[in-house]
C-alpha cells in the first residue's frame, strides 16, 4: 500500500507555544490530504479536508485560526496547532488520498501540551 | 449525531474461529464502506472497501458484507489469528464527492491463542 509519513510522532510543549506537524505521502501524489484527532478510545474525528494551492476546509467547530493548514506540494500538508492549551493534547492523524480511495493514514502525532 | 455507529466496543474470539464485527449508518447517501485496523498510537492500516452497488467484497480472510436496505455492514475475518487483535474501525464516504470519511466509534478485537 501507499505510505503516508508524519513528523513528529511525539511532541511536548508549553502552554501557548506553536506546534507544526508534517504530512507526507511518499510514493504518492496526494491532492486531497485530511487532518484528523483522536482522543483516547474515542473515534477519528474529521478536523479539516486540505488541497493543494487552496485553502483548507474545516468541520464545524473546528477554529480554523487555532489549526493552520498549509498544502503546499502534492506531497506536503502541515497543521500547525497555534497558542497550544492543554486542551488540545492528542493524538493527531493524517490521511492521503491518490487520485481514488481509499485514504492512507499517518503513524500518527501525540501531541502534550503542559 | 454519529452517522457510523459500532455497537460493539469490544470482541473475545479464540484463534482460528471467525470474528465479525459490526458496523450500523444512518444516511442513505453513503455510497462508498472501508474498514480500517488501528493499533494503539499508530495511524489506521486499510484493510477492504465495498462500494454501495455491492453486497459482499472478498480479500483473502476479510471479507466484508453490505446490506444497504438495513444500512449495516459487517467484516468478516476467518480464521482470526492472534495478530488480527486491534482496533477495527468502519467508515463511510458520501457521495457528494468530497471524499470525506466518517467513522465509527471503534471495536477491540481480542484473538485469544
Known amino acids: 500500500g501507499a505510505v503516508v509519513s508524519q513528523h513528529p510522532s511525539r511532541v511536548i510543549c508549553k502552554s501557548g507555544t506553536s506546534v507544526k506537524i508534517e504530512c507526507r505521502s511518499l510514493?504518492?501524489?496526494?491532492?486531497?490530504m485530511f487532518w484528523y484527532r483522536q482522543f483516547p478510545k474515542q473515534s477519528l474525528m474529521l478536523m479539516a479536508t486540505s488541497n493543494e494551492g487552496s485553502k483548507a476546509t474545516y468541520e464545524q467547530g473546528v477554529e480554523k485560526d487555532k489549526f493552520l493548514i498549509n498544502h503546499a506540494s502534492l506531497t506536503l500538508s502541515t497543521l500547525t496547532v497555534t497558542s497550544a492549551h492543554p486542551e488540545d493534547s492528542s493524538f493527531y492523524i493524517c490521511?492521503?488520498?491518490?487520485?481514488?480511495?481509499?485514504?492512507?493514514f499517518g503513524p500518527g502525532t501525540r501531541l502534550t501540551v503542559l | 449525531d454519529q452517522q457510523v455507529k459500532q455497537n460493539s466496543p469490544s470482541l473475545s474470539v479464540q484463534e482460528g474461529r471467525i470474528s465479525i464485527l459490526n458496523c450500523d449508518y444512518t444516511n442513505s447517501m453513503f455510497d462508498y464502506f472501508l474498514w480500517y485496523k488501528k493499533y494503539p498510537a499508530e495511524g489506521p492500516t486499510f484493510l477492504i472497501s465495498i462500494s454501495s452497488i455491492k453486497d459482499k467484497n472478498e480479500d483473502g480472510r476479510f471479507t466484508v458484507f453490505l446490506n444497504k436496505s438495513a444500512k449495516h455492514l459487517s467484516l468478516h475475518i476467518v480464521p482470526s489469528q492472534p495478530g488480527d487483535s486491534a482496533v477495527y474501525f468502519c467508515?463511510?464516504?458520501?457521495?457528494?464527492?468530497?471524499?470525506?470519511?466518517?467513522f465509527g466509534t471503534g471495536t477491540r478485537l481480542k484473538v485469544l491463542a
Open positions: 510514493d504518492f501524489q496526494a491532492t486531497t
Open positions: 467508515a463511510a464516504s458520501p457521495e457528494s464527492g468530497t471524499y470525506k470519511y466518517i
Open positions: 490521511s492521503a488520498r491518490p487520485d481514488r480511495d481509499p485514504q492512507y
